[in-house]
């Protein structure tokens, strides 16, 4: 029995400091309420909060189509359109205000006024986006595929909206014009694509906003007729020459020459002078180059 004792005071004496620091803890909780222990801190992390920036590119918007689907309540799955005044109509519950919400956060919404109005108890709901025509970004000019198209988690900048449209079209310019609204008030920018890929400063690569306008203007021209091999309209390119013009169309054919090369070239007062070129003359925009054919 004594060893037991002993065994047993040494027991109680191990477990000594663990039953002081948890008291201490629990006189923190009651002595500095609004200052939670470091204990229930860590047995309770916080939820990761999202950023705005996710919240705008995922919340409802006007004219965007969703469909609502309860959990084992197929009858009440529903697709509408969210109206003007940014909301839907869903079986029993009425009218439900949506617009500015993430999904989850609007079928929560929805939830609640289900079992508010115990119609369904511990309602499940899910809604998902069928057609985003809220947050969209019109892509215009010279791009293969013009139109609108959705912004989201892959679609953000400048480039990744070229991208969807094709490309800029061989007859457009590298230089885009965006129309859009910064701090409520419209704003007109001017992007060089090529020079964001040449520097590699990503920041020239905008970001864009639900209505932004993305136009691509038509290429500076110049056009190559005569002893050409293939006469047409080819996109000028910077620095480009009277040799390098004609060499995109095909060369100069058997019966040309190089010399007496004639420039039309557009004055500053709306007409049109001729002048005589050499093949290390620099060309200019709307230039029209011809080729004489060869007198021997």
Same mark, same amino acid.
């Given at each position: ?39 229930? /801190?860590? !047995?309770?992390?916080? *939820? &990761?909060?999202? @950023?705005?920036?996710? #919240?705008? =590119? ?104 070229? /991208?969807? !449209?094709?490309?800029? *079209? &061989?007859?457009? @310019?590298?230089?885009? #014009?965006? =129309? ?104 200019? /925009? ?11």
């Amino acid at each position: 029995m004594t060893a037991k004792k002993t065994i047993l005071a040494l027991s109680l004496a191990a477990l000594a400091p663990a039953c002081l620091a948890a008291q201490r803890v629990a006189d923190m909780a009651v002595t500095q309420p609004g200052r939670p222990p470091q204990a229930m /801190a860590m !047995a309770q992390p916080a *939820a &990761p909060v999202p @950023s705005i920036a996710d #919240t705008r =590119l995922e919340s409802l918007g006007m004219g965007d189509m969703i469909r609502v689907t309860v959990f084992r309540n197929p009858e009440l799955t529903t697709e509408a359109r969210v109206s003007e005044r940014g909301t839907i109509v869903f079986p029993m519950v009425g009218e439900v205000e949506v617009a500015g919400l993430t999904p989850s956060q609007a079928a929560q919404r929805i939830g609640d006024r289900l079992r508010a109005g115990r119609y369904v108890v511990n309602p499940e709901v899910t809604v998902s986006a069928m057609q985003v025509n809220s947050r969209q970004v019109s892509v215009l000019g010279s791009v293969v595929k013009p139109g609108r198209y959705p912004i989201d988690s892959t679609n953000m900048h400048l480039t990744d909206f070229l /991208a969807s !449209a094709g490309g800029i *079209a &061989p007859t457009g @310019s590298d230089r885009v #014009t965006i =129309l859009t609204h910064r701090d409520g008030r419209p704003e007109k920018l001017e992007v060089d694509v090529a020079e964001i890929f040449r520097s590699g400063d990503l920041s020239r690569n905008v970001a864009l906003e639900p209505g932004d306008t993305v136009f691509v203007e038509r290429a500076p021209m110049v056009y190559v007729y005569g002893e050409v091999q293939k006469g047409g309209s080819y996109r000028l390119e910077p620095g480009m020459t009277v040799m390098q013009a004609i060499a995109m169309g095909g060369g100069i054919t058997p019966r040309g020459t190089d010399r007496g090369i004639k420039i039309s070239r557009v004055d500053g007062h709306g007409g049109t002078r001729r002048v005589d070129a050499r093949l290390t003359d620099r060309v200019q /925009a709307d230039d029209v180059i011809q080729v004489q054919e060869s007198l021997f």
